[in-house]
């Protein structure tokens, strides 16, 4: 077998079994690569956990409802009369005494801040059902002093 640069053995190497070293090419020393300063230090990143950590155990509203507190004011929706937060468990338990559900009927959130009567024509097929009824929950115009606190405190970009 020839040992020129067109030979399979030696595909890569076209100088066939010759090695030169790499310093004799590279006689200017290598630059270090930029890297540019974080934008946001670890130091910001653990304030910012621990004021969100302050703010969830010092803001603990109570449920009207049933009359616990709320441990997770991302989960919950306003109450239709007075716009406090209420368990969203809460919301549910209120529809499901003033609906009238027929059977094969059950009430699901459908998001933003509504709700939706859907009905299953046959209730073990969970991925055919049609929405009966739509629910507005929430007023879409109008949002709670709580909601906006909230957003304010999750989504400071820096």
Known sequence: MSRD?????????WRGGQRRDRDDFNSVPAKSTFRPPRAVTP????????????????NQPVCPKCGFAIGDLTSALPDRTTGEPIHFDCALDELMQTEKLAPGEKIAYI??????VLN????????HFTITRIIEWEDK?????WRSEL????????
Do not use: T
Not at 120 to 127: L, M
Not at 141 to 145: E, H, L, R, V, Y
Not at 152 to 158: A, M
């Open 5 to 13: 640069r067109h030979s399979r053995r030696h595909g890569n190497n």
């Open 43 to 58: 130091e910001q990143i653990r304030e910012d956990e621990n004021a969100i950590r302050e703010f969830k155990s010092s």
């Open 141 to 145: 115009d109008s949002k709670g002093a």
């Open 151 to 158: 957003a304010e405190l999750f989504s400071h970009v820096r």
């Open 111 to 116: 998001g933003q801040g509504r709700f939706g």
């Open 120 to 127: 299953r024509p046959n209730p073990h097929d969970v991925k």
